[in-house]
């Protein structure tokens, strides 16, 4: 048994943990636990007239990680009929900060940090092998700007100048609420 598979590890199946690095294994898991918890809903929906669901709680404290196993996690709360809800525990950096954002509430505590920065990534190898990755990155950084101007109050321009100055754009709890990030700070 990993280390790791104690970060998932609870007795309420509706509260989930990211604590890692977002990368196929962490993501993973998560994916495996929401779809079992919607599947249960989608089954109780059917045999129960009134039946409420009751929403999965997903506490993101991570640094980030890949963006393509980012996209599968955030497609899963973006389509769920189940709702989730997204709580920052510390920071919710890059990667994780996007999955942040897909939450249908969203909250943080006082001393949250979220941060958001275009992708980066690293390669060599032949010439057109390069081109053909820039052109990739291109599109999936395109992706993300979009995704972020529509699930917060950044702007285009806003996003323009992060790009920009090439920096990493951190945000804390207070200013959380006035970019559209969070809906409450708790």
């Known amino acids: 048994m990993s280390s790791r598979d104690n970060s998932y590890a609870n007795t309420d199946k509706k509260t989930l943990f990211l ?24 089954e109780k929906d059917e045999k129960e007239k009134d039946y409420k669901r009751e929403p999965i709680k ?31 525990t510390g920071s919710a950096m890059s990667a994780a900060f996007k999955i942040f954002l897909a939450g249908h509430k969203r909250f943080c505590y006082k001393h949250s940090t979220f941060m958001y920065h275009q992708i980066s990534f690293w390669r ?20 993300i700007e979009e995704y972020v101007i529509d699930r917060t109050n950044l702007t285009k321009d806003d996003i323009k100048e992060i790009r920009e100055k090439k920096k990493d754009f951190y945000i804390h709890s207070d200013k959380a609420v006035k970019y559209g990030i969070v809906d409450e700070v708790l």
Request: a negative charge; charged letters at 30%.
């Open 124 to 143: 060599s190898g032949k010439y057109q092998d390069l081109v053909e990755d820039r052109e990739e990155m291109d599109w999936l950084n395109k992706k």
């Open 58 to 88: 997903l506490y993101i404290n991570s640094y980030g990680g890949s963006a393509y196993e980012m996209w599968g996690l955030i497609d899963i709360i973006l389509n769920s009929k189940t709702p989730i809800y997204t709580y920052c």
């Open 19 to 42: 604590s890692d690095d977002v990368d196929n294994e962490s993501i993973g898991k998560l994916t495996w636990s929401i779809l079992q918890q919607i599947q249960e809903d989608d």
